[in-house]
């Protein structure tokens, strides 16, 4: 196991995540929507989002078992670094969905880390969870204008917009209830 991360602890805390950010974009829908449609393009928030994901993946390579690659760690964290720093310079498109897609993939790794080895069937609401962000992390990652079109056919009516909110916020709430009295 990579994290020390409890499943409760995961729960609890993506559940919280979920409720605040779905919670927060149904209070202030308009902006919200100018937001979300400005993202995929967002050279700032892809800066940013880039770093973070440059970080942790350069923190793993540099603290995971390697075994008999151990000796090979410093030029798998200068890859990890000098990878993000090219995809700066050089994949300047959709950069902010490329990596929300790479940070969506190191996340779902916490998600089955905590989840790993546990028996009860309700860590498979986590689980399912995960995989679907796999995929998600994957479509952004290799084909970034799908979340732009998704972000366009999920804010095309309020009601649609309210809708898919308030089932991120409800499967939220789901996740802090499994985690403070389930796991």
Not at 38 to 66: E, K
Request: net charge positive; aromatic share 14%; charged share 15%.
């Amino acid at each position: 196991m990579i994290y020390s991360f409890s499943l409760s602890q995961v729960a609890v805390w993506l559940g919280f995540g979920l409720i605040c950010a779905h919670g927060w974009a149904l209070f202030d829908l308009a902006k919200t929507t100018e937001w979300a449609k400005r993202f995929p393009r967002n050279d700032l928030a892809g800066g940013v989002l880039l770093a973070l994901a440059t970080a942790w993946a350069a923190w793993l390579a540099g603290t995971i078992n390697l075994m008999e690659y151990t000796r090979f760690r410093p030029l798998f964290v200068l890859g990890v670094i000098g990878l993000g720093v090219s995809s700066w310079l050089y994949v300047r498109e959709f950069i902010a969905v490329r990596s929300l897609g790479v940070l969506c993939l190191l996340g779902a790794n916490v998600l089955l880390d905590a989840a790993f080895l546990r028996e009860d069937a309700a860590r498979l609401v986590v689980v399912a969870y995960a995989y679907l962000i796999i995929v998600e992390g994957m479509v952004m990652v290799g084909a970034p204008y799908c979340l732009r079109d998704g972000i366009a056919w999920g804010l095309a009516t309020p009601r649609r917009s309210r809708f898919l909110l308030s089932a991120g916020l409800i499967f939220g709430i789901v996740l802090m209830v499994l985690g403070v009295w389930v796991y």
